[in-house]
């Protein structure tokens, strides 16, 4: 189960310098990243991160909805 292994880690990765450090450092066998465009003012990270998961070959994920679910509570 892809779940429940101890080899599995999913970064918060939003693409600036920490992020980007944490997945560079991984010593998992299958590290999933995952983000947030909630129209954060630092979205060049985000640009940025699809820059560093094209060359190390993974798909991005980002959660779009998160966006208007932020909006809707301020």
């Known amino acids: 189960d892809v779940c429940s292994?101890?080899?599995n880690a999913l970064v918060l990765f939003s693409g600036?310098?920490?992020s980007t450090t944490c997945l560079a450092l991984s010593q998992y066998?299958?590290?999933e990243t995952i983000a947030f465009d909630y129209g954060q003012r630092h979205a060049v990270e985000l640009q940025a991160?699809?820059?560093v998961?094209?060359?190390l070959n993974r798909e991005?994920?980002?959660c779009a909805a998160?966006?208007?679910a932020v909006?809707?509570?301020h």
């Open 5 to 7: 292994s101890d080899l």
């Open 16 to 18: 600036g310098q920490d």
């Open 29 to 31: 066998e299958r590290v």
């Open 49 to 51: 991160r699809l820059r």
């Open 53 to 55: 998961l094209a060359e």
């Open 60 to 62: 991005p994920l980002t």
């Open 66 to 68: 998160a966006k208007n």
């Open 71 to 73: 909006r809707q509570h």
